[in-house]
T-cell receptor, first 116, second 114 residues
Framework: DVKVTQSSRYLVKRTGEKVFLECVQD?????MFWYRQDPGLGLRLIYF???????EKGDIPEGYSVSREKKERFSLILESASTNQTSMYLC???????????????FGEGSRLTVL | GENVEQHPSTLSVQEGDSAVIKCTYS??????FPWYKQELGKGPQLIID?????GEKKDQRIAVTLNKTAKHFSLHITETQPEDSAVYFC?????????????FGTGTRLLVSP
């Protein structure tokens, strides 16, 4: 089974702190994603990465950065956390392009971040 | 860019009834439409998907229909069971871009009462 592991399930941080959210996948997937989930807004793409050291902005990248130094690990960074970044953060990976017929995303269980 | 609208936001049914969730999309170039189920405390999981060259797809009690002309697609769950209770998300993207820009709907919370 594909496993996407998010290291922290719950975090509480102060405004202005630097926050790291870590994600590891064990299936050698090329693509990795960070989504933000908020009630009534669904899942919104923050950033994705299609290869090591490669990244592309999603729909809401402001206030975030990412790092992918190794294929299996994709980190989301909040340089200076703000209260409006309180949310559930979901990491995902996908088999494309190795499996060209599927766009299935494999999600982690999420990291709930509260910024006070 | 693509915009996906999903209705209803909440849906309550009795066990054994059918449930229907509807989505509309804005970009006529979108050609891949997956549905994800998110159980409490877990990440979303793909339950079924459809390409634009197919009008309907079934998998046991779950079916998805697509109307390209009207740009809407629907999830149908028959003979609902309590374990179907979850949040369901529709999504749309273009398969030829590697599915990387998957745009999700706002979610439907389905509650199946015994």
């Amino acid at each position: 089974d594909v496993k996407v592991t998010q290291s922290s399930r719950y975090l509480v941080k102060r405004t202005g702190e630097k926050v790291f959210l870590e994600c590891v996948q064990d299936m050698d997937h090329e693509n990795m994603f960070w989504y933000r989930q908020d009630p009534g807004l669904g899942l919104r793409l923050i950033y994705f990465s299609y290869d090591v050291k490669m990244k592309e902005k999603g729909d809401i990248p402001e206030g975030y950065s990412v790092s992918r130094e190794k294929k299996e690990r994709f980190s989301l960074i909040l340089e200076s956390a703000s209260t409006n970044q309180t949310s559930m953060y979901l990491c995902a990976s996908s088999l494309w392009p190795r499996a060209r017929n599927t766009g299935e995303l494999f999600f982690g269980e999420g990291s709930r971040l509260t910024v006070l | 860019g693509e915009n996906v609208e999903q209705h209803p936001s909440t849906l309550s049914v009795q066990e054994g009834d059918s449930a229907v969730i509807k989505c509309t999309y804005s970009d006529s170039a979108s050609n891949y439409f997956p549905w994800y189920k998110q159980e409490l405390g877990k990440g979303p999981q793909l339950i079924i998907d459809i390409r634009s060259n197919v009008g309907e797809k079934k998998d046991q009690r779950i079916a998805v229909t697509l109307n390209k002309t009207a740009k809407h697609f629907s999830l149908h769950i028959t003979e609902t069971q309590p374990e179907d209770s979850a949040v369901y998300f529709c999504a749309a993207s273009k398969a030829n871009t590697g599915f990387q820009k998957l745009v999700f709907g706002t979610g439907t919370r389905l509650l199946v009462s015994p």
